[in-house]
């Protein structure tokens, strides 16, 4: 069964600070991983997605992601953050062509510091 | 905005009653996916629909039943409602069943 780690449930950041935050994953195969991004009361916004190729991605909103196969983790990064970033961080894991049910994490709560 | 539309955003409702929250998918997309997101569970995938037809189903309750009609939205019926059904319910539509996943705004229940 595929499930996602997400070892931090808050992160405070002053601004323009840098940020990162981290994601394991455990899935048998090469898994389909993405970061979502969740304002309050709003819904979930695809930041990016890694399918396959190359390991780091670039997302929007600045933000980039790093697949390493070798500690099942995919942490997201921002070089300096901005006070609209403060927000709910949601790593998730798919099956993709073996059935596409998204597994969570549960979540790192940003605040960013004037 | 994704371009998935659900309906209503919020909904209050008695323990027993019976509820039904209705999905729009993007333009294109075939595939429908219902998302349960709670305090004490997270966010659970529930169902997964394809062009009509069930394709996966996760920790969803006997109460809970869903749809995917011809037009391709979605309706998730809820029943017998428990306080502890009171979460936010997503849905996300995908062009293919295998491929990124797009999340409406929500459906917040709150049973009392």
């Known amino acids: 069964a595929q499930s996602v780690t997400q070892p931090d449930i808050h992160i405070t950041v002053s601004e323009g600070a840098s940020l990162e935050l981290r994601c394991n994953y455990s899935?048998?195969?090469?898994?389909?991983l993405f970061w979502y991004v969740q304002s309050p009361g709003q819904g979930l916004q695809l930041l990016l997605k890694?399918?396959?190729?190359?390991?780091l991605v670039q997302g929007i909103k600045g933000f980039e992601a790093e697949f390493k196969r070798s500690q099942s983790s995919f942490n997201l990064r921002k070089p300096s953050v901005h006070w609209s970033d403060a927000a709910e961080y949601f790593c998730?894991?798919?099956?993709?062509?073996?059935?596409?049910?998204?597994?969570f994490g549960g979540g790192t709560r940003v605040l960013v510091k004037p | 905005d994704s371009g998935v539309t659900q309906t209503p955003k919020h909904l209050i409702t008695a323990t027993g009653q019976r509820v039904t929250l209705r999905c729009s998918p993007r333009?294109?997309?075939?595939?429908v996916y219902w998302y349960q997101q709670s305090l004490d569970q997270g966010l659970q995938f529930l169902i997964q629909?394809?062009?009509?037809?069930?394709?996966a189903k996760g920790n969803i309750l006997e109460r809970f039943s869903a749809q995917q009609f011809p037009d391709l939205h979605s309706e998730l019926n809820l029943s017998s409602l428990e306080l502890g059904d009171s979460a936010l319910y997503f849905c996300?539509?995908?062009?293919?069943?295998?491929?990124?996943?797009?999340f409406g705004p929500g459906t917040r229940l709150t049973v009392l």
């Open positions: 890694y399918f396959s190729g190359d390991t």
């Open positions: 629909y394809y062009n009509g037809e069930e394709r």
């Open positions: 899935y048998g195969a090469t898994p389909y």
């Open positions: 998730a894991v798919g099956a993709g062509a073996a059935g596409n049910k998204l597994t």
């Open positions: 996300a539509s995908s062009r293919t069943g295998a491929d990124t996943q797009y």
């Open positions: 333009s294109g997309d075939l595939s």
